[in-house]
């Protein structure tokens, strides 16, 4: 890898490339950057004007890595970022909004990257709505179905869900929406869809936040449908031997994939056979108020 990269008009310095990031598969920082450079155009517009968090590893993950809000002083200037406030001033967030961007973070040790639910301009509004399934045991069979029933009942609600692996442990089923309303309402919608997804199959599903209650079941997560809260990004890599990445699907790839089947060195393998399926998410947003009042009708026979 050369020691300075030319993308767009800016120009990237790269180092330490041969550092070994994931000891156990001895993949390097520079394979990291340079997943990072491939899959831009495909990553970008689910980053565009997004908020990050960033998960920086300079020593590898086998060292402690350390979460990030507030852009470094060095951080070039053309590198974007959004002013949020917070109760006592305001963070500066980087957002990645071209290449450059996101190999440059990639270089400062960024292996991770999480991402708002909304956008510049309107951050009290979020665009997609998140259930993050986290499963407490080992059956990929039922974390699977359970995705599919996720899936199924936003459908029947009025959404147009969108499944992913994490690249951790399970499965992210997201839905986009119409920029209309804010968190609280949002974070309302889904707390009360998985409230009711769990009654529906209690042997398999639970809203209990404690560990402990949960026994063997799976958690659905609604709480990145929060302000200022985060899920990772799709086709973003995680901090974990192998350098799997978060991966989005189509539902019929849903049965016999494993949430860390995707790696930064088979990815572009299966994206040269299948274009992104979450490529045009966007156009399938609704407004949350049709699905509200399904929602509250089932809710209502439910009582």
């Known amino acids: 890898m050369a020691d300075r990269v030319e993308i767009g008009a800016h120009t990237v310095a790269l180092t330490s490339a041969d550092r070994i990031y994931f000891p156990e598969t001895g993949i390097t920082k520079g394979a990291l950057v340079d997943y990072y450079r491939r899959i831009a155009d495909t990553m970008l517009p689910h980053l565009h004007d997004r908020p990050l968090t960033l998960h920086r590893f300079p020593d590898g993950v086998g060292e402690n890595g350390f979460f990030q809000q507030n852009a470094s002083d060095y951080f070039p200037e053309w590198i974007a970022r959004v002013e949020v406030a917070k109760e006592d001033g305001q963070v500066a967030h980087v957002m990645a909004n071209d290449a450059a961007s996101l190999v440059y973070l990639a270089n400062q040790g960024v292996i991770v990257f999480h991402a708002w639910l909304s956008r510049a301009g309107q951050l009290d509004t979020p665009d997609r709505l998140i259930l993050d399934l986290d499963p407490s045991g ?152 049709g699905p509200r009042r399904a929602l509250d009708a089932l809710l209502d026979e439910d009582r």
Do not use: C
Request: a positive charge; zero cysteines; glycine letters at 4%.
């Open 138 to 289: 080992t059956d990929l069979a039922v974390l699977r179905r359970a995705a599919r029933d996720v899936g199924d009942f936003m459908r029947e609600v009025g959404l147009v869900p969108h499944v992913m692996t994490t690249g951790s442990s399970g499965f992210h089923v997201a839905a986009p929406l119409k920029r209309e309303h804010p968190f609280d309402v949002v974070r309302a919608f889904a707390r009360d869809l998985a409230d009711l997804l769990a009654r529906r199959d209690p042997d398999h599903l639970t809203t209990e936040q404690r560990k402990r209650k949960r026994e063997n079941r799976i958690f659905l997560d609604t709480l990145r449908n929060s302000y200022a809260h985060t899920a990772v990004a799709p086709y973003s890599v995680r901090a974990k031997e192998g350098a799997p990445v978060a991966a989005p699907l189509d539902w019929s790839e849903l049965d016999g994939v494993t949430p860390q089947q995707y790696t930064i060195t088979n990815l572009f393998r299966r994206l040269a056979q299948k274009p992104d399926p979450w490529r045009d998410m966007q156009a399938h947003a609704v407004a949350l108020d």
